[in-house]
């Protein structure tokens, strides 16, 4: 766990497209951004709101879904990432072309948007 993290990336999902249900990834890494001061989740969505909303992002919501969930793209890194809020924290889930810069990107504007909160990370890597 770091408040300075590198986001470095050592697994990215594989797509697979199972017939008649859509996408679905294996494998991975997911990076959970935790606020020092705890945070009900409404209040955590409407932050990752703002901060989409404030740009350079693309993005849209997943609806009927227990939880906020968001597919991303920072328009000035091109990297595309999903943006989900559970338990607590925000979490933001590699896809197979997500580079660091995008995540590292999102987790200062995070920072910034929260008062200069400390944020710890924590990187889970499927498998691992």
Same mark, same amino acid.
């Given at each position: 766990m770091?408040?300075?993290?590198?986001?470095?990336?050592? /697994?990215?999902?594989?797509?697979?497209?199972?017939?008649?249900?859509?996408?679905?990834?294996?494998?991975?890494?997911?990076?959970?951004?935790?606020?020092?001061?705890?945070?009900?989740?409404?209040?955590? /969505?409407?932050?990752?709101?703002?901060?989409? /909303?404030?740009?350079?992002?693309?993005?849209?919501?997943?609806?009927?879904?227990?939880?906020?969930?968001?597919?991303?793209?920072?328009?000035?890194?091109?990297?595309?990432?999903?943006? /989900?809020?559970?338990?607590?924290?925000?979490?933001?889930?590699?896809?197979?072309?997500?580079?660091?810069?995008g995540?590292?990107?999102?987790?200062?504007?995070?920072?910034?948007?929260?008062?200069?909160?400390?944020?710890?990370?924590?990187?889970?890597?499927?498998?691992?």
């Open positions: 770091t408040t300075d993290p590198s986001f470095s990336i050592p /697994a990215h999902p594989q797509r697979r497209f199972p017939h008649g249900s859509g996408v679905e990834y294996e494998g991975g890494t997911e990076f959970r951004l935790i606020p020092e001061q705890e945070q009900a989740t409404p209040d955590l /969505a409407e932050t990752v709101v703002d901060i989409l /909303a404030s740009g350079p992002y693309r993005y849209g919501d997943f609806h009927d879904l227990p939880m906020p969930l968001w597919l991303v793209r920072d328009e000035e890194t091109t990297d595309v990432f999903r943006v /989900a809020v559970r338990d607590g924290t925000v979490r933001l889930h590699v896809l197979p072309t997500t580079e660091s810069d995540l590292q990107r999102f987790f200062e504007r995070l920072r910034e948007t929260s008062g200069g909160e400390s944020w710890a990370v924590q990187r889970h890597v499927d498998g691992q």
